[in-house]
């Protein structure tokens, strides 16, 4: 079992940058395949980035691409999300996922476990 938690939302004015934090606990992520997914109210969740068990493969949404950063560290069993640019746009809630595939990375419904989410919220 694998326990996420996420951190660093916040309030930020339209351009600014905030940076997520996804701790793993109960299990190592090494062999895990990690995403970032965000859901706004009355919308699906979306995806926005992922990244391979080794951090060799990163792929992104072409709503975040360039914009926002995936990252992981697996020695300290975590794994980030650089946010720029943001826009109104990006407000919602974020969350971390993990899933022991790579395959379909970008569905939601593949991803095992799931963090609680943190509210992100840009001001225009």
């Known amino acids: 079992q694998v326990q996420l938690s996420e951190s660093g939302g916040g309030l930020v004015q339209a351009g600014g940058s905030l940076r997520l934090s996804c701790a793993a606990s109960?299990?190592?992520?090494?062999?895990?395949?990690m995403g970032w997914f965000r859901q706004a109210p009355g919308e699906s969740r979306e995806f926005l980035a992922a990244v391979n068990y080794s951090g060799t493969i990163i792929r992104y949404a072409d709503s975040v691409k360039g914009r926002f950063t995936i990252s992981r560290d697996n020695a300290k069993n975590s794994v980030s999300l650089q946010m720029n640019s943001l826009k109104p746009d990006d407000t919602a809630v974020y969350y971390c996922?993990?899933?022991?595939?790579?395959?379909?990375?970008?569905?939601?419904?593949?991803?095992?476990?799931w963090g609680q989410g943190t509210q992100v919220t840009v001001s225009s």
């Open positions: 109960g299990s190592s992520i090494r062999q895990f395949t």
């Open positions: 996922a993990a899933v022991l595939s790579w395959i379909n990375y970008d569905s939601a419904r593949a991803y095992e476990y």
